[in-house]
């Protein structure tokens, strides 16, 4: 009996030394009974872009003005009775008329975005 009680003894002491290392080591990580716990914050994933009338209308001039400049290409495409495309050469315009509608094309985009622009910088007063 004396060896089963000395045994004993050992495996105690062993599970002692082994508990005893294993919870220093926990206690350098920082995650012994929760040393290191963090709270609940607010984390934001992305940063919302705030969108203004301005953006909407500077976006909606870019398109409406390249629409415009587009079509004076596309206005001589067609479609016939038989739902097939041509090219309609009556339609074409001369280059003077062609420098005449880019002209005014040209002025009113500058016109328009002066005026977005002024307009939204006098209104956030």
Same mark, same amino acid.
């Given at each position: 009996?004396?060896?089963?009680?000395?045994l004993k003894m050992r495996s105690k002491a062993t599970f002692?030394?082994? %508990?005893?290392?294993?919870?220093?080591?926990?206690?350098?990580?920082? /995650?012994?009974?929760?040393?290191?716990?963090?709270? %609940?914050?607010?984390?934001?994933?992305?940063?919302?872009?705030?969108?203004?009338?301005?953006?909407?209308?500077?976006?909606?001039?870019?398109?409406?003005?390249?629409?415009?400049?587009? /079509?004076?290409?596309?206005?001589?495409? /067609?479609?016939?009775?038989?739902?097939?495309?041509?090219?309609?050469?009556?339609?074409?315009?001369?280059?003077?008329?062609?420098?005449?509608?880019?002209?005014?094309?040209? /002025? *009113? *985009?500058?016109?328009?975005?002066?005026?977005?622009?002024?307009?939204?910088?006098?209104?956030?007063?």
């Amino acid at each position: 009996m004396a060896k089963n009680e000395q045994l004993k003894m050992r495996s105690k002491a062993t599970f002692f030394v082994f %508990s005893r290392i294993f919870t220093y080591k926990l206690k350098m990580e920082g /995650s012994y009974l929760n040393e290191n716990t963090q709270t %609940s914050q607010k984390v934001e994933l992305y940063n919302k872009r705030i969108i203004t009338i301005r953006t909407v209308l500077n976006i909606y001039g870019v398109f409406a003005f390249i629409g415009l400049i587009l /079509s004076v290409f596309t206005i001589p495409v /067609s479609v016939s009775e038989d739902m097939q495309f041509f090219y309609n050469k009556k339609l074409l315009m001369g280059q003077m008329k062609i420098k005449e509608f880019l002209l005014f094309i040209i /002025s *009113a *985009a500058v016109a328009y975005f002066v005026l977005v622009n002024i307009y939204d910088k006098y209104t956030k007063k």
